[in-house]
């Protein structure tokens, strides 16, 4: 276990890690209550594109977690952001249930291609059209490369097989916008006014939650539910700074060993 850090700011990922879909972790709205009383700043960080913040925002207000909107930090706006700032007209490679978040992104005669979890366009024609505007220099923004994800029914493929055939036709390389990636931790960390160092991320997937948290400076721990399997701590260097059963558990020991 890393050198022990008093902690100001606690980075929490959402599917996998307080719900899968419809049903949340059991104990994880108390945990989270508690957690809200403690001295720390909170924000809610995910990679989903499956639905807009909206629909996820109202998902997580009918299992009775204690969130405020402005408290969710998304991929999606990430790749908004970069997508205005880069001035690309998307061809979006989104679930239907996220094109909220792109209102008003000019997507006429696509420069661009974004992609992230669209099971609906993972087809050979749409994969196709993205491939060709690839060929002509178009960039290829990923919104997360997350290899799967977890559902009611067992395990999914993410979006990362289908960005790495991209890459692979095209010769190119994606821009990912979302975890693991270290600009997404920090400017979720932000508006916390809190230093990496002084933050700790809890989450499901090792790779993207807990190996990109601490690349950024952070502690991660690892919790064993959603897309968790046996032996994914020691998938990455460093190990994880904890591995619990659930989010109860981080919480736990945030509480009494990290404020």
Do not use: W
Not at 212 to 237: F, H, P
């Amino acid at each position: 276990m890393a050198a022990r850090r008093v902690i100001k700011a606690v980075l929490i990922d959402l599917s996998g890690t307080l719900h899968v879909e419809d049903t949340a972790i059991s104990g994880a709205q108390e945990a989270l209550q508690k957690l809200r009383h403690a001295p720390v700043e909170v924000k809610f960080v995910t990679n989903t594109t499956k639905e807009c913040k909206r629909a996820l925002f109202e998902r997580l207000q009918k299992l009775s977690f204690p969130i405020q909107e402005n408290e969710i930090f998304t991929s999606l706006t990430a790749a908004r952001n970069l997508v205005e700032q880069k001035q690309v007209r998307p061809l979006l490679l989104v679930d239907d249930s996220a094109l909220e978040d792109f209102e008003g992104v000019d997507t006429s005669d696509p420069n661009g291609v974004v992609i992230g979890l669209a099971p609906q366009h993972f087809n050979y024609n749409t994969m196709n059209k993205a491939f060709r505007l690839l060929l002509d220099d178009a960039p290829l923004i990923a919104i997360h490369k997350a290899r799967y994800y977890k559902k009611t029914d067992g395990l999914s493929l993410g979006p990362g097989a289908f960005i790495t055939g991209l890459e692979y036709a095209a010769d190119v390389t994606a821009t990912v916008v979302g975890k693991p990636e270290k600009p997404f931790f920090l400017e979720a960390l932000r508006s916390t006014g809190c230093e990496p160092e002084e933050a700790v991320m809890i989450g499901d997937d090792v790779r993207d939650d807990v190996g990109g948290a601490q690349n950024a400076g952070m502690l991660g721990i690892l919790v064993k539910t959603g897309k968790y399997r046996c032996g994914d701590e020691c998938k990455i260097t460093p190990a994880p700074y904890l591995t619990c059963d659930a989010f109860p558990q981080a919480v736990d020991h945030i509480l009494h060993n990290m404020l």
